[in-house]
């Protein structure tokens, strides 16, 4: 791979109705590199007039992508695909600057993803749709699966690129058109992939990009009536007001919010490969991964083995800057999320818990946090219970196995869950009994577009990947023809 470096990237426009333009009251937004703390570019900040004219957009445009044939559709998705890989090492670049990510694990996780996800959706909308129903009257019945229309699409700042590509992909797939928008922190690959979608052949208008603070413009764009469908992807609290906004319309919505999974290891686990797989889970992405692993809990006759060797392991993980190729612990994505994680810490130290390693800010420009582990809390803490988003990990023992899982279900959350296990029987046993939208065995993050996922309980509804991805992007009806004469 040829070595990619830091880039440049032109101040950002909003992109709609297939053309580029400032915002309507000609405001602009700071973009971060937090991994120095400079500002790297700047991008329109939209408001509710640029969103207007996204919806309307999006509207007009509606019909001729929902007539489009569903093959040629998956045409265009294919070589979006293709585009996004032939536009890797760019794409790494901006999404490795927006949001810290090391570009070792970028460009494979990252980018390469995001092109399975719309060459998985261009291969499944072949095959999707109704069929004949048998009934018991004399007619003949079937069903037909229709785009819901206008899809709102809210995305976060930690996989801004992922995240993106999971609802943008079905959606228009099943023939929907788009307004996006993308994280205020993080809209540089939005504003990008913007143009790969048009290069590869998504008319005007079906794809709009609108970029800015919440309040001024996703806030305009989750009340518009013009909007059919919101897909939502963010915090608990703000996924809360998003759905009771749809909902006050009626509109359908889908949200992948917040998570704090346990992760738990039985005393018949390789160990070896545990550790593994509980450092990945929590510092993956500088811990700002929804479906990551900030909860530790350990067989009893494990813990302080695997606390010391947490202890040695942890410190070792290469922490620096994003574009260093051997990183794997990169800054975090800008100065408000790192307070808050540094305030969690601070909970933590004055409940008298131990930190077994790190839990300081590194001394350098940027917003590098040492990865961190916790121990001695009790369940009931809220460094235990809330969503901390950041490199940390709490560690508690347990005595048997129903312990372990009722540990392991004891908060708001149910995103994701993992289960280290030589056992297969009590893998499947435990497995089932975790409130989870998906539990890993004997690693983590292990993650395919055929494979949906989403959350229970705070964690949200609805699912992200796999046919089950599609659905919420299309609406069934009906039609009965009497056969008599």
Request: with cysteine; proline share 8%.
């Amino acid at each position: 791979m040829t070595p990619i470096t830091r880039p440049e990237p032109a101040p950002g426009q909003l992109f709609i109705d297939g053309r580029w333009r400032d915002a309507a009251d000609g405001g602009r937004l700071d973009v971060l590199d937090p991994s120095t703390g400079r500002i790297a570019t700047t991008v329109a900040a939209g408001s509710a007039k640029d969103v207007e004219d996204a919806v309307a957009a999006a509207r007009a445009a509606f019909p001729a992508w929902r007539d489009t044939p569903v093959r040629e559709r998956g045409r265009i998705l294919n070589r979006v695909a293709a585009l996004i890989r032939e536009h890797a090492d760019e794409l790494t670049a901006l999404e490795s600057l927006d949001v810290g990510k090391p570009v070792s694990l970028c460009r494979p996780v990252d980018v390469f993803t995001a092109a399975d996800v719309y060459e998985y959706y261009a291969a499944l909308i072949q095959t999707a749709g109704g069929g004949h129903r048998t009934v018991a009257m004399p007619a003949h019945a079937y069903t037909r699966h229709e785009p819901v229309g206008v899809v709102a699409a809210i995305t976060p700042f930690n996989f801004p690129l992922i995240l993106s590509s999971s609802k943008l992909a079905p959606a228009l797939a099943a023939g929907n058109t788009v307004v996006h928008k993308p994280a205020d922190d993080t809209p540089l690959s939005a504003l990008f992939m913007a143009g790969l979608l048009t290069e590869a052949g998504v008319p005007a208008g079906v794809v709009n990009v609108v970029t800015g603070r919440g309040p001024d413009a996703g806030e305009p764009l989750l009340r518009h009536p013009g909007v059919d469908k919101v897909a939502f992807t963010g915090s608990t609290a703000v996924g809360r007001h998003a759905a009771a906004t749809a909902g006050a319309a009626l509109k359908p919505v889908t949200m992948e919010l917040g998570g704090n999974a346990a992760n738990i290891v039985f005393d018949d686990a390789d160990v070896e490969k545990a550790v593994g797989t509980v450092i990945k889970a929590f510092v993956f992405n500088t811990g700002q991964f929804c479906m990551g692993g900030p909860r530790l809990l350990v067989a009893r006759p494990l813990h302080d083995t695997l606390l010391g060797i947490l202890a040695q392991a942890v410190p070792g993980v290469p922490l620096g800057d994003p574009f260093d190729p051997v990183t794997v612990i990169g800054p975090m994505a800008g100065e408000r999320h790192l307070a808050k994680v540094q305030d969690y810490l601070g909970r933590a130290r004055a409940e008298g818990a131990r930190i077994v390693t790190g839990g300081e800010r590194l001394d350098r420009p940027g917003c590098y946090l040492q990865p961190t582990v916790i121990a001695g809390l009790p369940d009931s803490s809220p460094v235990v219970q809330e969503e901390i988003f950041g490199p940390v990990l709490t560690v508690q023992p347990f005595d048997t196995e129903d312990e372990a899982i009722a540990l392991a279900n004891g908060t708001p959350y149910g995103l994701a869950a993992g289960v280290q296990t030589r056992d297969v029987a009590r893998a499947h046993r435990v497995a089932a009994r975790l409130d989870a939208g998906i539990v890993w065995v004997n690693d983590w993050a292990m993650l395919d577009p055929a494979m949906p996922f989403g959350g229970v309980k705070a964690s949200g509804f609805g699912r992200e990947y796999g046919p089950e991805g599609l659905e919420p992007y299309t609406r069934t009806k009906s039609v009965l023809i009497s056969l008599e004469a």
